[in-house]
């Protein structure tokens, strides 16, 4: 198995809902990652998790809140969000070190 | 965050056309990726470089890293319709960790 798995692939939530998004990876990578990006735009770093402990949060309010149940899943959970959240929400999976990461196909997160 | 400066930011050329795509920092980098979206995809790696002048073929796709390693370049002969898509360069810093560059969105015309 080589693909990062994003759930779900289109979410649409009200500013006072919570919802979570989920991703999953059997490939043994032990770094997991969670972007922000906007329509062409590059994708920005949003946290990363190392051996499933938070090793980077680059400043994210705190209306998003990540979580590392095991070393294949990483979930985010989404809180009293902002209509300017609405982006295309992507998780990847590394080795670590000087390897590429492997990208999910996204969650294209609309709030209204 | 180390600031990667692509340019062109938009290229929409006619099939069958060479280009070239230019990623560039003042800061060094210890590798550097190379990776292409399409529309509602994640990005797919292409290429990592890792040593100073370094020159790596893939099919009609040409990369190449900088003596310096501060820069680099995507270069595409005969362009297809399906090269389409937003283009992206990735640099490794010391912490291990990969910034994006600003992007360049390709259009090839058919």
């Known amino acids: 198995d080589t693909e990062v798995t994003q759930t779900p692939k289109h979410l649409v939530m009200g500013m006072t809902n919570k919802k979570s998004l989920k991703c999953e990876q059997h490939?043994?990578?032990?770094?997991m990652y969670w972007y922000k990006q906007k329509a062409k735009k590059p994708p920005e770093l949003m946290f990363v998790?190392?051996?499933?402990?938070?090793?980077i949060n680059e400043s994210v309010p705190s209306r998003f809140s990540p979580e590392c149940p095991n070393s294949s899943l990483l979930n985010l959970h989404l809180h009293a969000l902002q209509p300017e959240d609405s982006a295309l929400y992507l998780c990847?999976?590394?080795?670590?070190?000087?390897?590429?990461?492997?990208f999910g196909s996204g969650t294209r997160l609309t709030v209204v | 965050t180390q600031l990667l400066e692509q340019s062109p930011q938009f290229l929409s050329i006619q099939e069958g056309e060479n280009l070239t795509v230019y990623c560039n920092s003042s800061s060094v980098f210890s590798s550097l990726q190379w990776y292409r979206q399409e529309p509602g995809e994640g990005p797919v790696l292409l290429v990592t470089v890792v040593t100073g002048g370094e020159v790596k073929k893939l099919k009609r796709l040409t990369f190449q890293f900088g003596d310096a390693r501060k820069d680099s370049s995507l270069h595409i002969t005969a362009a297809q319709p399906g090269d389409t898509g937003l283009y992206l360069c990735?640099?490794?810093?010391?912490?291990?960790?990969?910034?994006f560059g600003t992007g360049t969105s390709l259009t090839v015309i058919p």
């Open positions: 998790y190392s051996y499933e402990k938070l090793s």
């Open positions: 490939m043994g990578h032990r770094a």
């Open positions: 990847a999976s590394s080795q670590g070190g000087g390897y590429g990461y492997t």
């Open positions: 990735a640099g490794r810093n010391t912490g291990n960790q990969f910034y």
